[in-house]
Structures are given as structure tokens and as C-alpha cells.
């Protein structure tokens, strides 16, 4: 991911996928282990290898649903750890986006609309059931991960 360039090069990826095809690239739980900057680059420079009609599926973590006092622990739990967790807000995710339509995540048609720049329109992936149940759903805190299908 830190290379996106050396992705969309890779022989393996043409044999395998047709990018002159609407797809969909899958960023689950990957981006917020990049630095902010690593994090832009990839998804602009995979998202413009593209074909129109493609979706974009992402979930990435945040401190959105924290306490304060929760979120201020989660650098200390990362000490010694080699590869670093970065949570964003959901502006922040929305902004790796930005310009695409997101899926609604509540309409089981699946109805495409713009992007509102603060990513409002974002919900934690435990809210993302276009076919909700009677089943309880966990807290958002439990789940810290905000998830969308944009194209």
C-alpha cells in the first residue's frame, strides 16, 4: 500500500484483473496503518487506475466514538509496536474520497449519493445494514471502524 505504483505494475494484477473494467477495490482495514500522506497517495493514485463505473469498499479505524481519556491511551498501547496505527476522524476518511458518490448505507437499493464533505454520511460498520434485523446492534465504541462503498 505504501507503494501503489508498484501495484498497478505488477504483472500478477493485469493477469488477474481488468482494469479497463468497472471493479471494485477493496481497502479494508489497511489505510489506517499508513501516514496521512501515504494514506492520500495511495487512494488517489489506485482510485485513478480506474475504470468508470468502479466502486471503492473502505473501513478504517477511528477515535471518533471514544472517550477523551480512551483515545488519549491508544498511543501508549502502540509503544514498541513496529507498525503504527493511525485512527482518523470521518472527515478525515471522507476526504480520501472526496468527489466520489457513497453508497447510502441504509437504503437496501443502494442508492448513490454525493459525498458531504464532512463525511456525515459516514457511519461505523456495525450501522451499515441496508436490511436491518431486530438484532441489537454493538455500540460504536466497540467498534471504532467507520465503512463505505463509494464510486
Sequence with gaps: MRDPSAILRDPGLHR??????PVGLLLVAVLHFLADNEATRAVAELRAALAPG???????????????????RIPQLQRGNEIRYRPR???????????LHIVDPTSAHGAAMPLDPSGSQLVSVARWRPD???????????VACYGLVAG
Excluded: M, Y
Excluded at 488477474?16 to 473494467?21: C, V, W
Excluded at 473502505?58 to 472517550?67: A, K, M, V, W, Y
Excluded at 472527515?91 to 468527489?99: K, S
Design 54 to 72: 468502479s466502486f471503492i469498499v473502505l473501513s478504517h479505524g477511528t477515535n471518533d466514538h471514544f472517550s477523551s481519556d480512551t483515545a488519549a
Design 132 to 142: 436491518p434485523d431486530e438484532r441489537q446492534l454493538p455500540p460504536d465504541a466497540d
Design 89 to 99: 476522524s470521518r472527515e478525515q476518511i471522507a476526504g480520501l474520497v472526496a468527489g
Design 16 to 21: 488477474t484483473i481488468d482494469l479497463s473494467r
